[in-house]
């Protein structure tokens, strides 16, 4: 089982930017499609972006030329980097990791996802 650890969550300012970390441990990810994924309460769990093992992204439209998504293979983590936040990216941030190498179509779809890290809050301010 893959152990990922997600950190970087913070309150901001409309406009800030942040970026989140997604660690994963006993477990080498370099073979793995890696997930972003955010739930605002009361909402239904949406896909943000997934990165492939070559490092290609996907993103959702929401975020599209906002949001980076990338991977250092050395140290095993997958970033996000979250850029002109506004208040509806409010949410807890989740990573996950997929037996698959490739993202495909089904990258923003929950159930493609076997492990998932605890999650990480990131509250925007208008």
């Known amino acids: 089982q893959v152990q990922l650890v997600e950190s970087g969550g913070d309150s901001v300012q409309a406009g800030g930017s942040l970026r989140l970390s997604c660690a994963a441990s006993?477990?080498?990810?370099?073979?793995?499609?890696v997930g972003w994924f955010r739930q605002a309460p009361g909402k239904e769990r949406e896909g943000v972006a997934a990165v492939n093992n070559g490092g290609y992204g996907k993103y959702a439209d929401s975020v599209k030329g906002r949001f980076g998504v990338s991977r250092d293979f050395g140290a095993n983590t997958v970033y996000l980097q979250m850029d002109s936040l506004k208040p509806e990216d409010t949410a807890t941030y989740y990573c996950?990791?997929?037996?698959?190498?490739?993202?495909?179509?089904?990258?923003?779809?929950?159930?493609?996802?076997?492990?998932w890290g605890q999650g990480t809050q990131v509250t925007v301010s208008s």
């Open positions: 006993g477990y080498d990810l370099r073979n793995n499609c």
């Open positions: 996950a990791a997929a037996l698959t190498a490739s993202c495909g179509t089904s990258w923003s779809i929950a159930s493609k996802y076997t492990s």
